[in-house]
């Protein structure tokens, strides 16, 4: 079968690697694809915007499955577009991604359902918005409702901030994302991202995860798309996992089959746990990067044709195997990343970490240039390896971190500390 993968980061760089072992596969083709892409698949220069060229691509290449990675083309609707013409696609519909496109869609229906989550009020004015901060304590989290690239939440230790928040979403800082605004009570915890592959009606958790969204180390300074990754998840118990699946995931499911518009694709549920018990922070509705780097490198069943099912509707006969090892991602990005850096960078070394078999490293924002491979993004490589623990996936990460020569990159050294913390 030939397959159309959509995105160009480190996620479609770990799932073009793991689809490209997969028997059933005739061609890999990814759009627009990166540097480390390139090796594993061709690379099609489509305009992922324009509908009908996607579409006549996958009809002129006769491609069986398409994958979509990033969140913005499944909100602007394309798998509605490609389904129209008979295209079977990974992806959740336009009316289903509203799950991550928009927080308060997300948020009504949680109170429908009795999902627990934050509480919160949703604002489409300034005013109503302070005046709801009025009665608020503090901490409090300012949302831009739609989608922000990661960059529309403000965590406000003081009212003056939560007000500036307020008044930035309004004015336009991020766009019709902002035209209505979140505002949500602070949940104390730790974070755990929760994914399940979901069909329309049946739900196959995949392995526990855990990301790093602060740019510093020990989980300090600006929030980040993810700064590394491991998998498993020590905080995700077995319990947590069945609360997680009976209190969250299966509600969302049942609700959002229950109003016509069923979900098929990957549901990621961001989550605070406190005490035990998880709450849902929002929801993306594809694999999380750099979560689904070592989640590839631990998944032992063949890929395609689980995605296949559930893009079916028939992922009940299905049943996913992990490798025991446990497996952790570092990320390298650009200098500068969250804020602003410098593309065009040349990285160096790549070839010493790929004679080692239990290390990969996955491409996010990278271009050739000849035999050069060049930065071309904030977020640039995910260096992913596996071990008997957490811990020796870390040591065997960092050693090919260190092995790679890009003085214009920076990773944090901490990786996995609460993993490591719970397994001492
Ligand atoms: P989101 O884009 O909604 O996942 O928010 C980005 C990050 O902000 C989350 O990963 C959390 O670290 C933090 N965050 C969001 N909402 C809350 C909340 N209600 N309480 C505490 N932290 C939050
Ligand atoms: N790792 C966070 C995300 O994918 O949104």
Redesign the pocket.
């Known amino acids: 079968m030939n397959v159309l993968l959509i995105g160009g980061g480190g996620r479609e760089h770990a799932l073009a690697w793991k689809l490209a072992q997969s028997p059933l596969l005739k061609t890999l083709y990814c759009a627009p694809g990166n540097a480390g892409i390139a090796d594993v698949a061709e690379l099609v220069a489509l305009d992922v915007g324009d509908h009908d060229a996607v579409t006549a691509f996958c009809k002129d290449k006769e491609i069986g499955l398409v994958v979509v990675g990033p969140e913005a083309p499944l909100v602007a609707g394309l798998v509605d577009d490609l389904e129209a013409q008979g295209i079977l696609v990974f992806g959740p519909s336009k009316a289903a991604a509203a799950l991550e496109g928009s927080k308060g869609f997300t948020k009504d229906l949680c109170t429908e359902f009795n999902i627990p989550t934050a509480a919160y009020g949703r604002f489409a004015d300034a005013a109503s918005a302070r005046a709801y901060l009025d009665g608020q304590a503090l901490p409090i989290v300012i949302k831009a409702d739609g989608l922000a690239a990661?960059k529309g939440v403000v965590i406000a230790q003081t009212r003056p901030e939560a007000d500036a928040a307020v008044d930035a979403c309004f004015e336009g800082a991020f766009g019709a994302a902002g035209a209505e605004v979140v505002i949500e009570e602070f949940l104390k915890g730790e974070e755990a991202s929760f994914f399940a592959l979901v069909d329309g009606e049946t739900a196959l958790p995949l392995a526990t995860a855990q990301?790093h969204k602060r740019v510093g180390d020990g989980d300090l300074g600006p929030n980040t798309?993810?700064m590394g990754a491991y998998s498993p998840a020590p905080i995700m118990t077995e319990a947590l996992c069945a609360r997680t699946m009976k209190e969250i995931i299966l509600p969302t499911v049942a609700a959002m089959k229950a109003r016509g518009t069923p979900f098929k694709g990957v549901l990621y549920a961001g989550l605070m746990i406190e005490d035990g018990a998880p709450k849902l922070i929002e929801y993306?509705v594809r694999f999380?990067?750099?979560?689904a780097q070592p989640l590839m490198m631990r998944l032992k069943s063949d890929l395609l044709p689980v995605l296949l099912a559930t893009a079916q509707g028939e992922l009940g006969r299905h049943a996913l195997e992990w490798d025991t090892d446990a497996a952790l991602c570092v990320v390298m990005a650009a200098k500068g990343y969250p804020g602003s850096y410098e593309k065009g960078t040349e990285i160096g070394g790549l070839k010493a970490v790929g004679d080692d078999p239990r290390a990969a490293v996955f491409h996010a924002g990278t271009t050739r240039d000849g035999p050069r491979v060049l930065a071309n993004g904030g977020r640039v490589l995910g260096v992913t390896a596996c071990g008997k623990t957490i811990a020796e996936a870390q040591a065997r990460a960092y050693t090919a971190v260190d092995a790679i020569d890009w003085p214009g990159g920076f990773c944090r050294r901490d990786i996995g500390w609460r993993a490591l913390k719970r397994e001492a």
């Open positions: 990661g990301d798309g993810g993306n999380g990067d750099p979560e």
